[in-house]
């Protein structure tokens, strides 16, 4: 099998099919955003706990006054954290869990709140 030369139509169209085949499975990857192969239930509960585990990893926000509720990739945060900063950072790194679709924000700020163990 040759390659072809520069400006041989065979060449050209071989390499417009390998784009269109690339672009259709990187907007299949695209277009999946969460576990693959999984039912919803199980995808949300993975949402669930991997937004969990990123905002115990995050300073500035009170991870054990959020409760994390996720439902058709739909993510509810509710619960209080000590600062405006808090809230902001808490929706910030929700948002970017793979799955998430939009992020509903129920946080109050009750400034001075410095968490549920102290």
């Known amino acids: 099998m040759s390659l072809g030369r520069v400006g041989d139509p065979r060449s050209s169209a071989t390499c417009y099919g390998v784009l269109v085949v690339a672009a259709c499975l990187l907007s299949l990857a695209c277009a999946s955003r969460g576990p693959v192969g999984e039912d919803q239930a199980t995808i949300d509960a993975w949402i669930s706990a991997e937004v969990r585990r990123v905002l115990e990893e995050e300073p500035e926000v ?19 954290q000590p600062s405006l900063e808090a809230v902001a950072k808490a929706l910030d790194r ?16 009750i400034e001075g709140r410095l968490g549920s163990a102290g």
């Open 62 to 80: 009170v991870a054990g006054d959020l409760r994390v509720e996720t439902r058709d990739g739909i993510l509810v945060l509710s619960g209080v």
């Open 94 to 109: 929700a948002s970017r869990v793979r799955g998430v679709l939009q992020v509903v924000n129920q946080i109050r700020v």
